[in-house]
């Protein structure tokens, strides 16, 4: 047995009842080294098999061979599993093997939950990271995306080998976006040293941003109200 666990975003009272469950079942944890640390204390005892970055592929072969041995495993993955996570290269490469994915909290909605109800109609996840998807495909979807007036939430937005992504794709969010567009910036989000930042298209400081944060822009309906971003559903409210 393989369980692809979702961790959520790295608090207990964010990890699904399921995904507990599915850790206590499991005698070897597998998984990413940050990922690890984010549950040592429920793994005690536990065989760990852990490795660094750029490393999944490796990760999940190991973790296929040692449920060939009869052992329960699980692959940890923070947030939902299967939203850039391991469960779909777990599925890959996995024979006849028996595989259930356990969902979790994803860093969109955990970071939107603290910035108000900026998810509230359609939104998309795109990942910045350029190391599995060609840049300019990467910004075509950031166009069209925009073109839609779709909430964006981006993942891995700004990192030291890549600092200019953001700004680029903000530049592109310009085209169909207004400059007073609220964006919400969670950091390290339900993680003891998180932080939360409401700001504007045209008020956005990239320097503040990192792989640790997920930013929120969002479409013609959203506003900031009591320091609250919300994206309007559709409802005729009257104030």
């Not at 995904?19 to 080294?33: C, L, N, P, Q, T």
């Not at 992504?165 to 339900?190: E, F, Q, W």
Request: aromatic share 6%.
């Amino acid at each position: 047995m393989i369980f692809a666990i979702g961790i959520g975003p790295g608090s207990r009272e964010t990890m699904t009842y399921e995904a507990r469950s599915a850790i206590e079942k499991s005698d070897v944890i597998v998984g990413y080294k940050t990922y690890i640390d984010l549950v040592k204390d429920l793994i005690k005892g536990k065989e760990v098999v852990c490795n660094g970055m750029k490393q999944e592929i490796d990760r999940v072969k190991k973790a296929v061979e040692i449920s060939k041995t009869g052992k329960t495993v699980a692959v940890i993955s923070s947030g939902d599993a299967g939203v850039y996570g391991m469960a779909g290269l777990i599925l890959e490469l996995s024979e006849d093997e028996d595989v259930k994915i356990i969902s979790g909290v994803t860093a969109s909605t955990a970071a939107a939950s603290l910035l108000g109800a900026p998810l509230m109609h359609d939104f998309c996840h795109i990942s910045l990271s350029d190391l599995l998807t060609p840049i300019d495909l990467i910004y075509k979807r950031i166009e069209l995306a925009s073109e839609g007036d779709f909430v964006i939430c981006i993942y891995n937005p700004r990192s030291k080998g890549r600092p200019g992504h953001l700004k680029n794709a903000v530049d592109i969010m310009r085209k169909y976006k207004s400059g007073s567009t609220p964006v919400g910036i969670v950091k390290n989000a339900c993680r003891g040293n998180q932080e939360v930042r409401i700001c504007t298209i045209d008020t956005i400081d990239y320097e503040s941003v990192d792989m640790l944060s997920i930013v929120i822009a969002g479409n013609s309906s959203t506003y900031i109200k009591n320091n609250r971003i919300i994206t309007k559903r559709g409802y005729e409210t009257k104030y």
